[in-house]
């Protein structure tokens, strides 16, 4: 086994500079159990971080890691130009677990791509183009996402795509607008009707947003945000898109997923980290309707 010492020389000699490590002296981790992992030097750490919130359900989980085993030995990759029994048997899963009418998935492989996904299909829905996002968020990491995010330092190469537009986050902590719950009326989510009314054809494909923003600061919107916002949303011809890549499997408590909190219901959701406990998988799932029309 290397050693922390060559481990980070084989890092910055053979990986790019911009993945980031945590810690002036980084952690060389070599295994987890639970909710600990040690590193190559055979300290145990307590892990409250989980993989940026996505072993859910502890490392080297015993039912995870058998079932994993069990499939690697059968088949490990198909394509989806066959059908199979798990991918179909966790589709319906999900939509037993999912608020409302959500039961129609497509599988991906990480958040990003399921946050892609879901903006092509309410483009192609709604046959409009732009998209209402919000200020401090974070979509993922390709040049579609990376325009959806909210933060500059996530945002590497500029603004590439045109039709996103931004809107005030709910940001009770810090108002934007220097204002007080309840007592502004909410005025952050009425911001969304501002930016629609101003900045675009007045016609949208999608309001996407995290129920809580994760990257952003964990930022938790005033009990009336969502209906007001989705009901925006939806009149100006778009669809509300629930991004629970990091709020969905419990990780919020109480709820499978964050947005139950706001007793709204999306259109479209996206999940991927807590559902697979590390293994790349991501989904976008929606209502029979609006899947039908995503052909092709």
């Known amino acids: 086994m290397l050693t922390k010492k060559e481990i980070l020389e084989k890092q910055r000699r053979y990986l790019w500079p911009n993945y980031l490590l945590y810690y002036r002296e980084p952690l060389a981790l070599e295994r987890g159990e639970g909710l600990h ?25 015993p039912k995870v890691t058998e079932r994993a085993k069990a499939q690697v030995e059968k088949i490990i990759h198909t394509s989806t130009l066959y059908p199979h029994e798990n991918m179909v048997r966790l589709a319906e899963k999900l939509a037993e677990i999912t608020p409302g009418r959500l039961e ?13 996904t879901a903006i092509t299909l309410a483009k192609a829905v709604t046959g409009y183009t732009e998209v209402i996002a919000l200020r401090h968020a974070y979509s993922g990491r390709s040049t579609l996402s990376m325009n959806l995010t909210g933060i500059a330092s996530w945002r590497i190469g500029g603004t590439q795509i045109p039709g996103i537009k931004h809107a005030l986050n ?21 911001d969304v009707e501002e930016v629609i009314k101003t900045t675009t054809s007045g016609r949208i494909a999608a309001f996407i947003a995290e129920p809580i923003q994760g990257v952003g600061g964990f ?20 669809l509300f898109i629930a991004d629970e890549v990091q709020t969905g499997f419990g990780r919020t408590g109480t709820h499978w997923f964050g947005i139950e909190h706001w007793g709204v219901e999306p259109d479209v959701m996206t999940m991927a980290k807590g559902i697979a406990n590390g293994f790349p998988l991501a989904n976008t799932i929606t209502t029979s309707e609006i899947a039908e029309q995503m052909k092709g």
């Open 170 to 190: 709910p940001y009770c902590y810090r108002c934007p607008l220097k204002m007080t719950y309840p007592q502004c009326g909410v005025a952050c989510a009425e």
């Open 219 to 238: 930022i938790t919107p005033p009990p009336e945000y969502f209906k007001i916002t989705a009901e925006i949303a939806r009149r100006y011809g778009g």
């Open 104 to 116: 129609t998935s497509y599988f991906t492989n990480s958040g990003t791509e399921a946050n892609e």
């Open 37 to 61: 992992v040690w590193d190559v030097e055979g300290n145990r750490y307590l892990d409250f971080f989980g993989g940026i919130l996505t072993t859910s359900v502890g490392h080297n989980h």
